[in-house]
């Protein structure tokens, strides 16, 4: 079905709502989880992982009551768009919407403009350009909507980012020791509880893509559906935490709140292992749009 024109300017009021929003109001799933956080340091006994859990549990609070931002870095914005299949969309209408959305969220709020040439390093000043915000598009058989989710990632936790393509025969083990090396090298520099991405198989740019999948958008709690893989999850958490690194690096049993593992199917010589961190913030903000451009908020 053809959605209505007036949809191309909903998903623009959208985006820029989603990028305001998430980056004023942490999602209940991380919410929850940085309590849990709290209560594993109270139980030890560690009154500066505590007091940390207590502060970034205040900083939250007070973003609510004041309506402002959670943290200063406003990150590059990443949106993830599930298209209805039965919607008869022009796509390049809706990443241009998005982009517009990017730019007025920017201007009108107005927020901090991260957006640089990699080279000259020049401002475009509007947290768009080449290539940004950065979109992944999907598609949903038999369903006439939008779902759209959206992350500001900021730039401590996506400095985190590591890749590496492991001999096959270094099988599990390999992995587990290559992703506890990399929490060790960020050590607090990704502002820490964090949430740790990690993508496995594929290619390497879609091992990259499945751990900023990963630690970007998938929800506290859940587990992979592969009950190895989310074996794995469980057992990766089990390491992290015993690395004392702690929140905001101080030492303490909260050094991550997930560990979320995103696969592909691989080739039967390659073993790519992706890493992409997520920091205690987990900014993230969630919307749906029906045909007729009507928002609903999740
Ligand atoms: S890593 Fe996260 S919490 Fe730390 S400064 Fe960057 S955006 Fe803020």
Redo the contacts with the bound molecule.
């Keep these: 079905m053809k959605p209505s024109p007036e949809i191309y300017d909903a998903l623009e009021v959208v985006a820029r709502d989603l990028y305001i929003k998430a980056l004023q109001d942490i999602p209940p799933d991380v919410r929850a989880g940085l309590s849990r956080g709290l209560e594993a340091e109270k139980q030890q006994g560690n009154q500066t992982a505590s007091g940390i859990m207590l502060t970034i549990l205040d900083n939250i609070r007070v973003a609510d009551e004041q309506k402002t931002l ?4 406003t ?1 590059l914005p990443v949106f993830k768009v599930a298209v209805g299949g039965k919607l008869d969309m022009d796509l390049w209408r809706l990443k241009d919407s998005l982009r517009k959305g990017c730019a007025r969220a920017t201007a009108e709020r107005p927020l901090r403009p991260n957006t640089v040439h990699p080279l000259t390093r020049k401002h475009t000043g509007t947290n768009t350009g080449e290539g940004i915000p950065v979109v992944k598009l999907d598609f949903v058989p038999d369903s006439d909507r939008i779902e759209l989710q959206m992350a500001p990632k ?4 996506e400095n985190m980012s590591f890749l590496k393509m492991l001999n096959p025969s270094e099988g599990i083990q390999g992995i587990k020791r290559f992703v506890v090396q990399c929490i060790f090298e960020s050590g607090a ?3 820490p509880p964090m949430i740790v991405g990690i993508g496995l198989g594929g290619t390497s740019d879609i091992a990259m893509g499945l751990a900023k999948e990963a630690s970007t958008f998938r929800h506290l709690g859940t587990h992979n559906p592969d009950p190895d893989v989310a074996k794995l999850e469980d057992e990766l958490l089990d390491l992290i935490n015993q690395t004392g690194i702690g929140p905001q690096g101080l030492g303490g049993v909260t050094t991550a709140m997930a560990v979320n593992i995103e696969w592909a199917h691989t080739h039967i010589s390659q073993n790519p292992v992706a890493v992409n961190i997520q ?3 987990g ?1 993230r903000a969630e919307a749906e749009l029906d045909a007729y451009g009507n928002v609903s908020w999740k």
């Design positions: 959670v943290c200063q870095d990150g900021g730039s401590g936790s520099r990704p502002c920091c205690w913030r900014e």
